[in-house]
């Protein structure tokens, strides 16, 4: 049974440009959480969406934006990046609300 | 809102020795979860608890669900140069709003 698979692993912008990150969760899972981790920083909560609803959101502007697809899919939008926006950002899957969370790999990305 | 306080943040052991890490809260968990993050990772799931009192083993990592389900805690025995890594403690929100709860990990260095 494949993982969850974030894409892509890496990744490079400028301040000013978007970013669209992408999460596959594991098949059969229908929430998707993602998660920013900058160093120090341990693991800060964006958002988390369950049957293409957003359920919770987390204290983050709203140039942080996502959603998810009726395949369970979901991406994560960053406008006007900003410097500070460089980190590791992570998805997790879980089988419904209230079971335990996969992660992925993460998805690096630098600001420049 | 709901808490979870890892301790130490970081230790520094030998390797061959064993290691303990706990983690509390003011509040009670229903499950508790131990995740390790390598370094550029996602996190990995290592030990779910599900009742209070709970021993859990997973080759060298012990974990338990402590009795008033505000604590519990992680031992890893004979400890080895891969085990090098954040640990999380992590757990369902009591809340309604199922969210995830992670403490801010400690983060174990193993002297060669």
């Known amino acids: 049974k494949a993982g969850v698979t974030q894409t892509p692993r890496y990744l490079i912008k400028t301040r000013g440009q978007q970013v669209t990150l992408s999460c596959s969760p594991i098949s059969g899972h229908r929430s998707v959480s993602w998660y920013q981790q900058t160093p120090g920083q341990g693991l800060q909560f964006l958002f988390e969406?369950?049957?293409?609803?957003?359920?919770n959101k987390g204290n983050f502007p709203g140039r942080f934006s996502g959603r998810q697809f009726s395949n369970s899919r979901s991406e994560m939008n960053v406008s006007t990046l900003e410097l500070g926006d460089s980190a590791l950002y992570l998805c997790?899957?879980?089988?419904?609300?209230?079971?335990?969370?996969?992660f992925g790999q993460g998805t690096r990305l630098t600001v420049v | 809102g709901q808490q979870l306080n890892q301790s130490p943040q970081s230790m520094f052991i030998q390797e061959g020795e064993d290691v303990s890490m706990n983690c509390t809260s003011s509040?009670?968990?229903?499950?508790w979860l131990w995740y390790k993050q390598d370094p550029g990772e996602g996190p990995v799931l290592l030990i779910a608890l599900y009742k209070a009192g709970e021993l859990t083993s997973n080759g060298r990592l012990t974990a338990q669900f402590g009795i008033t389900r505000k604590d519990s805690f992680l031992n890893i025995s004979a400890s080895i140069p891969s085990d090098v890594g954040i640990y999380f403690c992590a757990g369902p929100s009591m809340n309604r709003d199922d969210k995830i709860i992670f403490g801010k990990g400690t983060r174990l260095h193993i002297l060669p």
């Open positions: 997790a899957s879980k089988r419904t609300v209230n079971t335990e969370a996969f």
């Open positions: 969406y369950f049957s293409e609803t957003q359920r």
């Open positions: 509040s009670i968990f229903n499950t």
